[in-house]
Nanobody, 122 residues
Framework: QLQLVESGGGLVQPGGSLRLSCSAS????????IGWFRQAPGKEREGVSC????????KYSDSVKGRFTISRDNAKNTVYLQMNSLKPEDTAVYYC???????????????WGQGTQVTVSS
């Protein structure tokens, strides 16, 4: 059974950077598309970015395009989300998920991590 664990969240000032990691156990990530999602209090879960199993295809939401970069290292069974130029509106719990479709739509993902908190505040 594939299990995902996010790490790297924390408190950062506006304009700062964080790198989130999504590590897998129980199975290889090689065959899965991976998505990053976030959910702020009182809001629906939002797709942020996704990457194909090979890493050759990526997608970003308009709200993070040009600031966030998704990447993966299949040898380490890990996917990353580099977040630069962070804004207060990026504050949310960030989740990674594994699925078979390269999309930022949550319903296409069957395996989810527990989430990591990102807070952008001065």
């Amino acid at each position: 059974q594939l299990q995902l664990v996010e790490s790297g969240g924390g408190l950062v000032q506006p304009g700062g950077s964080l790198r989130l990691s999504c590590s897998a156990s129980g199975s290889t990530l090689d065959y899965y598309a991976i998505g990053w999602f976030r959910q702020a209090p009182g809001k629906e879960r939002e797709g942020v970015s996704c990457i194909s199993s090979s890493g050759g295809s990526t997608k970003y939401s308009d709200s993070v395009k040009g600031r966030f970069t998704i990447s993966r290292d299949n040898a380490k069974n890990t996917v990353y989300l580099q977040m630069n130029s962070l804004k207060p509106e990026d504050t949310a719990v960030y989740y990674c998920a594994a699925g078979m479709v390269v999309t930022t739509t949550p319903i296409f993902y069957g395996y989810w991590g527990q989430g990591t908190q990102v807070t952008v505040s001065s």
